[in-house]
C-alpha cells in the first residue's frame, strides 16, 4: 500500500486549495481514506475521510461547511478542497487508509507523506 500526498502550498487568508492523495496496491479491505493534519506544536488531528467503494464521507467539525472530500472515478486518487481557509488550517495534511469508516487515527495503518499548507497574508 503507498499513499502519496500532493499539491499543499501557500494562500491568503479566505483563499482556496486543493490537495490529492494518490493511492495504489489496495485490497478491498483497505476501503478508507482519511485526511488528518497536524500544525505546529499540535497534535494530529482528523479532518475527515470518504469510503472508495461508494463515496460515503465524513467531515470532522474543523472540516464542515469548508472542506470537501472526493475521489476520482479510477478511485484511485482522493481529493481534498478546502476553502475559505484561514491561518488556522496551517498545518501539514497528511492522507492514510483504514479497514473501517472511523476518523480514529490509530486505526489508520498506512499513512502517506504529509504535504504542507499555508495560510497567511
Known amino acids: 500500500v503507498q499513499l502519496q500526498a500532493s499539491g499543499g502550498g501557500s494562500v491568503q487568508p479566505g483563499g482556496s486549495l486543493r490537495i490529492s492523495c494518490d493511492a495504489s496496491?489496495?485490497?478491498?479491505?483497505?476501503?478508507?481514506i482519511g485526511w488528518f493534519r497536524q500544525a505546529p506544536g499540535k497534535e494530529r488531528e482528523g479532518v475527515g475521510y470518504?469510503?472508495?467503494?461508494?463515496?460515503?464521507?465524513y467531515y470532522a467539525d474543523p472540516a464542515k461547511g469548508r472542506f470537501t472530500i472526493s475521489r476520482d472515478n479510477d478511485k484511485k486518487t482522493i481529493y481534498l478542497q478546502m476553502n475559505g481557509l484561514k491561518p488556522d488550517d496551517t498545518a501539514v495534511y497528511y492522507c492514510?487508509?483504514?479497514?473501517?469508516?472511523?476518523?480514529?487515527?490509530?486505526?489508520?495503518?498506512?499513512w502517506g507523506q504529509g504535504t504542507q499548507v499555508t495560510v497567511s497574508s
Open positions: 496496491g489496495f485490497t478491498l479491505d483497505y476501503a478508507v
Open positions: 470518504i469510503i472508495r467503494s461508494n463515496g460515503a464521507v
Open positions: 492514510a487508509t483504514s479497514n473501517m469508516p472511523t476518523i480514529d487515527e490509530y486505526d489508520y495503518h498506512y
